[in-house]
C-alpha cells in the first residue's frame, strides 16, 4: 500500500470502510443458518428422518403411534414433535428396571413396616 496523504485521508477511509462493509456481508453468508425446529417435513422427508420406510410410517400414522397433522388429504410431521416423540420411544436399560423394581421393593418394605 503507498503511502497517502492528509488529502487522501477520506477516500482512504471510504474504501476501508467499504471494504469492511464486504468484509461483513461474507462472514454473514458463512454463518449456517439455524435449522427451524418447527419445519413441517411431508411423508417422505418423515421417512428419510426417522430412517424407516414410507409404508412403515403410513402404518404408525394409522395406528396412531406418531404425531401427524393432516389438514385435507396430506399428512405433515412437526420436526420437532417427531424427535420428542423419538425420545419419549426409548427403551429402559435392564439396570434402570432393576433399579426401579429395587426401589418399589424397598417402598413395599417400608409401607409393610410401617402397617
Known amino acids: 500500500m503507498e503511502p497517502f496523504s492528509f488529502e487522501k485521508l477520506p477516500e482512504v477511509i471510504r474504501i476501508l470502510f467499504e471494504k469492511v462493509e464486504h ?14 425446529e418447527n419445519e413441517l417435513l411431508t411423508i417422505h422427508e418423515a421417512a428419510e428422518f426417522l430412517k424407516v420406510t414410507v409404508p412403515a410410517l403410513y402404518t404408525k400414522v ?16 412437526n420436526k420437532t ?25 424397598k417402598m413395599l418394605n417400608k409401607h409393610k413396616n410401617f402397617v
Do not use: H, M
Not at 434402570?96 to 418399589?104: H, L, M, P, S, T
Open 62 to 77: 394409522s395406528r396412531q403411534e406418531i404425531p401427524v397433522s393432516k389438514p385435507g388429504k396430506r399428512l405433515y410431521f
Open 81 to 105: 414433535d417427531l424427535k420428542k416423540w423419538i425420545i419419549a420411544s426409548r427403551k429402559k436399560t435392564v439396570g434402570e428396571i432393576r433399579k426401579e423394581a429395587e426401589e418399589r421393593i
Open 23 to 36: 468484509i461483513e456481508e461474507l462472514l454473514q453468508d458463512l454463518q449456517p443458518q439455524p435449522p427451524n
